[in-house]
């Protein structure tokens, strides 16, 4: 088993910056991507980024050039740098980490809120 804890959001103004931390115990070493969705009001669940263990990346398009995911050395805390906030980004932001045989693991989510 695997869980995953989410820190560092909130309301922040249009063009701002936030840095979400997700942070991963357990069998963290079954561990194959870490990423994060988002989901906003009314809409479906989207990736956002996600991070291989091999450090390989990939975005959704309307976040490409704003936000930044990263892994720490140890593997077991992913950060999603926000930058260039903007009011279509607010969401529930959820973590998410794929295990040993495609295992699906959710953190409870955390709220962005980009005011305009």
């Known amino acids: 088993q695997v869980q995953l804890v989410e820190s560092g959001g909130g309301l922040v103004q249009t063009g701002g910056s936030l840095r979400l931390s997700c942070v991963a115990s357990?069998?963290?070493?079954?561990?194959?991507?870490m990423g994060w969705f988002r989901q906003a009001p009314g809409k479906q669940r989207e990736l956002v980024a996600l991070i291989t263990r091999d450090g390989i990346t990939n975005y959704a398009d309307s976040v490409k050039g704003r936000f930044t995911i990263s892994r720490d050395n140890g593997g077991n805390t992913v950060y999603l740098q926000m930058n260039s906030l903007k009011p279509e980004d607010t969401a529930d932001y959820y973590c998410?980490?794929?295990?040993?045989?495609?295992?699906?693991?959710w953190g409870k989510g955390i709220l962005v809120t980009v005011s305009s």
């Open positions: 998410h980490a794929v295990g040993k045989g495609g295992m699906d693991y």
């Open positions: 357990g069998i963290i070493f079954s561990i194959n991507i």
